[in-house]
């Protein structure tokens, strides 16, 4: 039981490069939601899929964040170009189908820094 | 629009109960309390939730008011572990539900 993945733990870069986070869901969990926490906004929900496709995307900031959900076991979120204000941890989460238990697992986290 | 309010910030004493409140006065009859916690740099942790009746884990009760305006949740022996952000949230769903955090309540353990 490895919970959910993310990767990279820390990444350090530079305004305007292109940065991917990576995430792993718990298998058999079909619901995985991205999470953004800085300590002005607190933990924001930026996306969530169920089944692979995107329900809510209205908590991304703008366009040059994307995600994806290419299979149940993999998820991408990326920003391009990316700028010193999306320094934050991301965080990634499963659930399972609704109706079971309610619980968001949640991943260690991917902390980010813009130069 | 915040739908729960939590005191920002509470201490306890190490092996004592820890009490922790949350008002969610305009809750919905379908919506559910969750509460969580987060540690230092860790990802948030589920704790417990309910509907209308109090609840009872491994990790806390959950005591909720009968008119499901209020509820507590109680770490029954605090341990210095328990030093956490503990967040209250209402929801209507289980999983596929989007989980809004608010602020919480930041609980010290003191030895």
């Known amino acids: 039981d490895a919970g959910v993945i993310q990767s990279p733990r820390h990444e350090v870069t530079e305004m305007g490069q292109e940065v991917t986070l990576r995430c792993k869901p718990i298998s058999g969990h079909n619901s995985l939601f991205w999470y953004r926490q800085t300590m002005m906004r607190g933990l924001e929900l930026l996306i969530y899929f169920n089944n692979n496709v995107p329900i809510d995307d209205s908590g991304m900031p703008e366009d040059r964040f994307s995600a994806k959900m290419p299979n149940a076991s993999f998820s991408t979120l990326k920003i391009q170009p990316s700028e010193p204000r999306d320094s934050a941890v991301y965080f990634c989460?499963?659930?399972?189908?609704?109706?079971?238990?309610?619980?968001?697992?949640f991943g260690e986290g991917s902390r980010l820094t813009v130069l | 629009d915040a739908k729960t309010t939590q005191p920002p910030s509470m201490d306890c004493a190490e092996g004592r109960a820890a009490n922790l409140p949350c008002n969610h006065s305009?809750?919905?009859?379908?919506?559910?309390v969750y509460w969580y916690r987060q540690i230092h740099s860790q990802g948030p942790q589920y704790i417990i939730h309910?509907?209308?009746n109090n609840e009872t884990n491994e990790m806390a009760s959950l005591i909720i008011t009968e008119d499901r305006k209020s509820s507590t949740l109680i770490l029954p022996h605090a341990t210095l572990r328990d030093t956490a952000v503990y967040y209250c949230i209402v929801a209507t769903n289980f999983g596929n539900e989007k989980l809004t955090f608010g602020t919480g309540t930041r609980l010290t353990i003191i030895p």
């Open positions: 309910g509907l209308k």
């Open positions: 305009t809750i919905s009859g379908n919506e559910y």
């Open positions: 989460a499963s659930s399972l189908p609704s109706g079971v238990t309610g619980e968001l697992f």
